[in-house]
């Protein structure tokens, strides 16, 4: 199946895999309340590519650990499938910018972590792991370990180790956020490969908007104090995108001028 082919809603759109629905979230202390977010809604269709940028102070990664079930809102709700998320769970991998491997452990038995915690049987386990080290372009480095590898390719570890469980989404926090921009080229046509080969849904938050354009099918822009949705931005560009086109200029002006840059 292609990702042309996946099932619509009635205005053409995939059906919905999450739904943010009047979302808000309040930090209390003695001294002060902080409102991070407020009614925040937007949904994210099947096997769509969407990024979250905003400036900074926007609650972004707030709005990332609630999604990912690491908090829990004051109010509104998330849901994935219909379903509301009150914690974490293998149905979201997660992708972040520290790199978070296991220095002890090599490519193949990062990789191996979510699905040893699922329990799954050991040739399974094999053939997964197998299966992602390709999808990633590393099984000749599949019994290295994260010292030897640059900060691409542990990246890609990451990647492969989020999507071995086999998630519904895919969460990920400026992934790319401590690589150079050369590499972080590389891994955004990478990405973008393994994202049409795999169908899966991506929720990707960023403080690059060109980045945002460069990846995504649709953008929401976040306002600060409190966080809250500026406008969601469809990206209506054919893949692979030129930085240089004035089509993509235009986006990435547009969405600069919400955020106020």
Same mark, same amino acid.
């Given at each position: @199946?292609?990702?042309?082919? &996946?099932? %619509?809603?009635?205005?053409?759109?995939?059906?919905?895999?999450?739904?943010?629905? $009047?979302? $808000?979230?309040?930090?209390?202390?003695?001294?002060?309340?902080?409102?991070?977010? !407020?009614?925040?809604?937007?949904?994210?269709?099947?096997?769509?590519?969407?990024?979250?940028?905003?400036?900074?102070?926007?609650?972004?990664?707030?709005?990332?650990?609630?999604? =990912?079930?690491?908090?829990?809102?004051?109010?509104?709700?998330? #849901?994935?499938?219909?379903?509301?998320?009150?914690?974490?769970?293998?149905?979201?991998?997660?992708? *972040?910018?520290?790199? $978070?491997? *296991?220095?002890?452990?090599?490519? &193949? /038995?990062?990789?191996? *972590?979510?699905?040893?915690?699922? $329990?799954?049987?050991?040739?399974? #386990?094999?053939?997964?792991?197998?299966? @992602?080290?390709?999808?990633?372009?590393?099984?000749?480095? !599949?019994?290295?370990?994260?010292? /030897?590898?640059?900060?691409?390719?542990?990246? &890609?570890?990451?990647?492969?180790?989020?999507?071995?469980?086999?998630?519904?989404?895919?969460?990920?926090?400026? +992934?790319?956020?401590?690589?150079? !921009?050369?590499?972080?080229? @590389?891994?955004?046509?990478?990405?973008?490969?393994?994202?049409?080969?795999?169908?899966? %849904?991506?929720?990707?938050?960023t403080h690059d908007v060109e980045e945002a354009v460069t990846l995504s099918?649709?953008?929401?822009?976040? =306002? =600060?104090? +409190?966080?809250?949705?500026?406008?969601?931005?469809?990206?209506?560009? =054919?893949?692979?995108?030129?930085?240089?086109?004035a089509a993509f200029a235009e986006y990435v002006e547009h969405i600069r001028?919400?955020?106020? /840059?």
């Amino acid at each position: @199946m292609s990702l042309e082919d &996946r099932q %619509t809603d009635r205005n053409g759109r995939p059906t919905r895999k999450v739904d943010v629905d $009047g979302l $808000g979230k309040r930090y209390e202390s003695e001294r002060q309340t902080v409102q991070a977010l !407020a009614d925040v809604n937007f949904d994210v269709g099947d096997g769509e590519f969407v990024c979250i940028v905003g400036p900074s102070g926007c609650g972004k990664t707030t709005l990332f650990r609630l999604i =990912a079930g690491l908090e829990m809102p004051t109010s509104g709700a998330v #849901r994935l499938d219909g379903t509301p998320v009150e914690g974490p769970g293998t149905d979201r991998g997660m992708v *972040f910018q520290e790199y $978070g491997l *296991f220095p002890w452990r090599t490519v &193949r /038995e990062n990789v191996a *972590f979510g699905l040893e915690e699922q $329990g799954v049987e050991k040739t399974e #386990r094999k053939r997964r792991i197998r299966e @992602m080290l390709d999808l990633v372009g590393l099984s000749d480095f !599949a019994d290295a370990y994260p010292k /030897e590898l640059s900060g691409g390719m542990k990246q &890609r570890v990451g990647i492969a180790r989020a999507l071995a469980v086999d998630p519904e989404l895919l969460l990920m926090d400026e +992934p790319f956020g401590a690589v150079d !921009a050369q590499t972080r080229d @590389m891994l955004h046509a990478e990405l973008l490969s393994i994202w049409s080969e795999t169908q899966k %849904t991506v929720l990707f938050v960023t403080h690059d908007v060109e980045e945002a354009v460069t990846l995504s099918d649709r953008v929401v822009v976040m =306002a =600060a104090d +409190p966080g809250r949705v500026r406008e969601v931005v469809n990206v209506d560009l =054919a893949r692979p995108r030129e930085r240089t086109d004035a089509a993509f200029a235009e986006y990435v002006e547009h969405i600069r001028g919400l955020i106020g /840059e």
